[in-house]
C-alpha cells in the first residue's frame, strides 16, 4: 500500500528528518479542500508548538509565480507587452552581452552583443540568456572574479544579477533570475516597489494580510514565522533553501524570485484563482495564455537539454523523463496527460528544496506543500520523496472524495 502524506510525513518526524508540514489543496469550486498542518515548528526561544496553517513561510522560488501574474497584470494594463523590446524601460538589462568563455590565461571573459532583444515573455520562461551562477560554468567563474561571496552589503536586483547572458535571448533555456529581473521591470512602469503592487492588485482581491517581502518586519507575521528560530535566528529561510539563507541576507529590495514570506493557507488562494479563472488577478484569455508552452523551437530544444542534464531531476518535478514537458508563463508544464496523475497543462513548481506547487486545471485540482526539514544536516533524499509523496496523494484523495460523492 502507497504512504498517504500523513503517514509519511509523522514518519518523517518521528526519524528526525523533518520538523513538520503545511499542506493546501482544493478544486475550482472550493468543494474538495484539504489543508493540514503537521508536526512542531520552534520559536526563536526554544519553545516547540504546533505548526499552525496560518504559520508564515519562506516560499523562495515559489515567488516566481506571484511575481509572474504582477507582469501580466501590466501588461492588461498597457504597461508593458509580451514581445516587446525592454530597453527602453531596462536599458542596464538590454545591455547586458553573452559569455562564450575566458581568454586564454583564464582571467579576461569573453563576451559579444546579444543577438535578439530581451522581452518580458523571455525573462517569464527562463529563455532570456540569465541563469543562475551555480548552474553555469561560465557564470560561476564570471562571478568569483567580479562579485566574490562574503559581502555582506544589501544589495538590489541589478547588483545581485549583474554577470553577463550564458546564451543569446530566445536561443537556449536555463532556470534563473529572469523574474527578479521582471520583477524591477513592474516596479519601473508602475512607480510602487513589487510589494505594494501585490498587495494592491493581488492580495487584497483574495484577501490577503499576511505576506511581506525579506525581511519580516511586522511583529504579527514575525510571530508565526517558521524560520525564525535557534538554527535561522534572522529568519532568512535556511531550511527552505538547504541550509543557507544567504540570497535572502544579501538582499536589498524585493526580489520576484525568491523574496516572500506568506502562510501556505494565503498562497493557495492564488493558486485557486489561476485554476479556477475568476478573473480577480488576471483576465481569463491571460490565465489561458500562462498555460500554454512558449519556448519556440531552439529554446525548446535547451530545455530539453537541460531536463536530460546533471540538474534534470530537478527540473522535472518529479515528472518521469518519458513525459514531454514544456514552459509556460510562471512555472514548468506537462505537454501530455500522465495516467492517475496530472493532466496535459499542469504547471508545477516550487520554491527552495522543500516547497512544492501544483495548478491542474485538466483535473481541477491545485496543491501546495511546504516541508520544513531538520537543519544541521539536510535530509534532500527524505524532502525529495515528501514532494512527490504529496503531489500524488492529493490526486488519490480527491480521487477518493470524487468516488464517496458519486455514491451518496
Known amino acids: 500500500m502507497t504512504d498517504d502524506i ?3 510525513v509523522h514518519g518523517a518526524i518521528d526519524a528526525g528528518k523533518i520538523n513538520g508540514a503545511v499542506i493546501c489543496a482544493t478544486d475550482a469550486q472550493g468543494h474538495f479542500v484539504y489543508n493540514n498542518a503537521l508536526g512542531e515548528r520552534t520559536l526563536l526561544s526554544g519553545k516547540k508548538i504546533p505548526q499552525q496553517l496560518d504559520d508564515v513561510l519562506c516560499l523562495a ?5 506571484i511575481a509572474t501574474i504582477a507582469a501580466l497584470q501590466c501588461v492588461e494594463d498597457g504597461l508593458l507587452t509580451l514581445s516587446g523590446d525592454l530597453a527602453s524601460i531596462a536599458p542596464d538589462l538590454a545591455a547586458k552581452q553573452v559569455i562564450t568563455g575566458f581568454s586564454d590565461d583564464g582571467k579576461t571573459p569573453l563576451l559579444e552583443p546579444a543577438s535578439h532583444p530581451i522581452t518580458l515573455e523571455v525573462l517569464l520562461t527562463h529563455s532570456s540568456g540569465l541563469a543562475y551562477h551555480f548552474l553555469n560554468p561560465l557564470i560561476a567563474k564570471w562571478q568569483e572574479k567580479h562579485d566574490p561571496p ?11 544579477f549583474s554577470y553577463p547572458l550564458s546564451f543569446h535571448p530566445g536561443t537556449s533555456w536555463m532556470y534563473g533570475p529572469g523574474i527578479d529581473w521582471a520583477g524591477r521591470i513592474v516596479e519601473r512602469v508602475t512607480g510602487r516597489t513589487l510589494g505594494e503592487h501585490m498587495q494592491q492588485r493581488i492580495f487584497n482581491p483574495l484577501g490577503i494580510n499576511s505576506a511581506q517581502f525579506n525581511p519580516v518586519t511586522r511583529e504579527d507575521l514575525r510571530a508565526r514565522l517558521v524560520d525564525l528560530n535557534p538554527q535561522d535566528p534572522e529568519g532568512l529561510g535556511h531550511a527552505v533553501m538547504g541550509g543557507n539563507g544567504e540570497v535572502n ?4 529590495g524585493h526580489f520576484g524570485g525568491h ?8 498562497y493557495i488562494k492564488v493558486l485557486h484563482s489561476l485554476l479556477a479563472n ?6 481569463p484569455d491571460t490565465v489561458h495564455d500562462m498555460f500554454q508552452h512558449h519556448l519556440g523551437p531552439e529554446a525548446s530544444a535547451g530545455q530539453k537539454a537541460a531536463l536530460d542534464g546533471p540538474f534534470g531531476e530537478f527540473f522535472r518535478l518529479g515528472v518521469n523523463p518519458e513525459t514531454e514537458l514544456g514552459q509556460g508563463l510562471g512555472g514548468a508544464l506537462t505537454l501530455q496527460d500522465i495516467d ?3 493532466g496535459e497543462g499542469t504547471m508545477s513548481w516550487g520554491g527552495g528544496l522543500s516547497l512544492a506547487w501544483f495548478v491542474d486545471r485538466k483535473n481541477d485540482l491545485c496543491g501546495i506543500s511546504a516541508i520544513q526539514p531538520a537543519l544541521p544536516d539536510y535530509p534532500f533524499e527524505a524532502v525529495t520523496t515528501l514532494k512527490q509523496t504529496f503531489r500524488k496523494d492529493m490526486y488519490r484523495k480527491h480521487a477518493a472524495w470524487r468516488a464517496r460523492r458519486q455514491t451518496s
Open 6 to 8: 500523513e503517514t509519511s
Open 61 to 65: 522560488s515559489g515567488t516566481k509565480i
Open 150 to 160: 562574503g559581502a555582506t552589503n544589501p544589495r538590489g536586483v541589478e547588483e545581485t
Open 249 to 252: 541576507k544579501r538582499a536589498g
Open 259 to 266: 523574496g516572500l514570506f506568506m502562510p501556505a493557507a494565503d
Open 278 to 283: 475568476d478573473g480577480k488577478l488576471l483576465r
Open 340 to 342: 492517475g496523475w496530472y
